[in-house]
């Protein structure tokens, strides 16, 4: 199997208020079409590794692989171009720009991609949205549409930039079980039918144990 | 790397939802620049109008015969006491004549060279104005008409009559409007002049002069050359003055030097002349820019504040634009094509804004006794000003939206998106 993601001897310290070691010598890999969930108590330094992993964060030690390539030490522009284009966000808040309709919310990653011409990325669009059962929504304000369907609406513009790894922190975690529930099954899909990795931080234990593989943390460490 | 059109469309977005604190943002801008166009616009109208008062009629180098005491006394030129201190008392000054010496020669010479635009002669003497048994002192200049108006806008004081008039009429004058007024005399009319050494002139009035300046119209009129000198029993080469305007006024200083080695005669420019008058028209220059650049920098801050209460609402969205691939810059970018939008949106209105209001000063009706051809208040609307109004429209707008805008370029997407 191809290794889409490799983290190797992943360090990282808190500065203020004191010196602390947040995590510790982290090494781990997810390979193409792999669900991961990592669980862990809070503060076990799970997020602070998911930020990490997803480019945002720079300020650590260690080497990370983005589809064998690393990535580590790249200046910011040409990461947020990795961001843009490799990797897909599901956050636990579901971050739309209210201001934008849905369709747009999805098409923007695209539009700033800039490789297709803007009649492919609304067919693409609404592709996803379809494959979400919620293109009936393409037109409306993304303030108007409710919580579960803000979580699609958002999976649907993870997706847009076809990309190699989709990372979420808690995407189910603000929503009822039904919703949760309905997310899971689109993750599992995508994983199972598109090929697609995943690399979801959550605590929903039920959630995690439905995943190929669990990663559990504690105290900056990965103990399985 | 910038993507223009997704970023000038997020821009539009921000601004459209936003219409109210825009149009607010916008409107400073429009009010700055719209009271700077009108205001200077205006004050440079009035400078002008001031200026042209004075400067229209007067010779940017004058050329004359000046009595004046010897520079050096005979004393210093015998060689015998030149180790002594001397002390003459009492200097009187020189005997010399009131006419220059080859005055035509001269005019003819100055009017070859290429920054003169004309040389005109004039003959100034002190005449009494008689009526009845009253005699009223006064000073009678003579001219050529025609060239004065060409020259130094001489029409634009004649209120009655006209040039052509006097140039056409012997024995006519063009009367100071003061005098008329005190002799009750009016056109058509004689008017008894007697020079200073004796005789009377009856001269018919083909006119009347209106400076501005009551107390030279109380005692000043004209008539052409010829009749002077035939008053003054004059050959017709007497000439005591000479009025130079030159085709650029900087000019004058060394010009008004090298007539007064070549010539002998004392020779005053403009600058010299009315070197109080500069001073003026420069603070009042001053003064516009000041408020002017006052009004620019409140609007400024208006926008600063503005885009600085965006940014602070559109926090998640910064975090989330940086999340799915934008980079800072793209996010910086956002927010100053936003300040640039408000600015030239802004710039433009406040063009038209300052247009509008001069025009509308432009109308009003101003009439005043020393000013006899202006019957609106004055306006420069100069297109200078236009284009100086909207750079900076644009560059404080640009100043304003940088800082913020930078803070948005910074913002650590990680810190917003875990502080949920």
């Not at chain 1, 994983?191 to 144990?209: C, I, K, Q, R």
């Not at chain 1, 439905?210 to 990965?222: A, F, P, V």
Request: hydrophobic share 45%.
């Amino acid at each position: 199997m191809r290794v889409v993601l490799e983290a190797k001897h992943i360090n990282k310290y808190f500065k203020k208020p004191v010196l602390f070691h947040v995590l510790k010598d982290i090494n781990f890999q997810i390979s193409q079409g792999e669900f991961v969930s990592i669980m862990g108590k809070s503060g076990c330094g799970k997020s602070t590794l998911l930020y990490i992993l997803s480019t945002m964060d720079t300020d650590y030690e260690g080497e990370l692989f983005l589809d064998n390539k690393l990535i580590t030490g790249q200046d910011r522009d040409h990461l947020s171009y990795m961001r843009n284009k490799h990797i897909g966000f599901v956050f636990q808040f579901h971050y739309l720009l209210s201001e934008f309709s849905v369709l747009e919310n999805v098409m923007l990653p695209a539009k700033k991609l800039a490789e297709k011409s803007y009649q492919e990325i609304e067919y693409n669009a609404i592709e996803k949205l379809k494959m979400l059962n919620i293109e009936h929504l393409a037109k409306k304000r993304a303030s108007q549409v409710s919580g579960g369907e803000k979580q699609r609406v958002a999976i649907a513009r993870a997706l847009i930039n076809n990309p190699s790894i989709i990372m979420g922190d808690e995407p189910t975690g603000n929503l009822d079980s039904h919703n949760a529930e309905n997310v899971f099954n689109i993750f599992k899909r995508l994983s199972d039918e598109e090929g697609l990795s995943l690399l979801v931080v959550t605590h929903d234990e039920d959630f995690a144990n439905k995943t190929d593989r669990t990663i559990q943390m504690e105290d900056g460490k990965i103990i399985l | 790397m910038a993507n223009w059109k997704v970023i000038l469309s997020i821009a539009k977005t921000h601004l459209l939802t936003k219409i109210k604190q825009t149009s607010i943002a916008a409107l400073g801008v429009t009010f700055g620049i719209g009271s700077y166009i009108t205001l200077v616009s205006f004050m440079t109208g009035l400078n002008t109008m001031l200026d042209d008062l004075i400067l229209n009629q007067t010779p940017h180098i004058h050329v004359y015969n000046e009595i004046e005491p010897s520079k050096a006394q005979p004393v210093s030129l015998y060689d015998d006491f030149k180790e002594s201190l001397n002390v003459v008392h009492s200097i009187k000054p020189k005997l010399s004549q009131k006419k220059i010496h080859n005055a035509l020669p001269i005019i003819s010479y100055l009017e070859r060279n290429e920054a003169v635009r004309g040389a005109l002669p004039q003959i100034k003497t002190q005449i009494f104005y008689i009526a009845g048994s009253i005699e009223l002192g006064g000073n009678l200049t003579g001219i050529n008409p025609i060239d004065e108006a060409n020259l130094f806008n001489m029409s634009d004081y004649i209120v009655e009559g006209s040039a052509e008039a006097l140039q056409n009429t012997d024995n006519g004058i063009l009367l100071g409007i003061g005098i008329a007024e005190k002799m009750t005399l009016k056109l058509g009319d004689r008017v008894q002049v007697s020079p200073i050494n004796g005789g009377t002139f009856p001269l018919k009035i083909v006119g009347f002069y209106q400076s501005g300046i009551a107390e030279i119209d109380a005692i000043q009129s004209f008539t052409n050359i010829k009749t002077i000198q035939r008053i003054l029993g004059e050959a017709n080469n007497y000439i005591t003055d000479i009025n130079i305007k030159l085709f650029d006024i900087e000019k004058a200083t060394p010009l008004a030097k090298k007539i007064e080695q070549q010539f002998n005669l004392k020779a005053i420019d403009i600058k010299t002349a009315n070197a109080q008058f500069e001073t003026g028209t420069s603070v009042r220059n001053l003064i516009t820019y000041a408020v002017s650049i006052t009004l620019l920098i409140v609007a400024g801050f208006g926008i600063y504040n503005i885009l600085n209460m965006l940014i602070y609402e559109k926090m998640n969205d910064i975090a989330i634009l940086k999340a799915t691939g934008f980079s800072g810059k793209d996010v910086q970018l956002i927010f100053m094509s936003q300040a640039m939008i408000i600015g030239f949106a802004g710039g433009i209105l406040g063009l038209l804004l300052g247009f509008g209001l001069a025009s509308l000063i432009a109308t009003i009706p101003f009439q005043t006794e020393a000013l006899p051809t202006v019957d609106t208040y004055p306006i420069n609307m100069n297109p200078l000003f236009f284009i100086i109004g909207f750079t900076f429209a644009m560059i404080s707008t640009c100043l304003a939206g940088y800082l913020p805008s930078k803070k948005a370029k910074k913002i650590d997407p990680v810190k917003i998106i875990r502080g949920q």
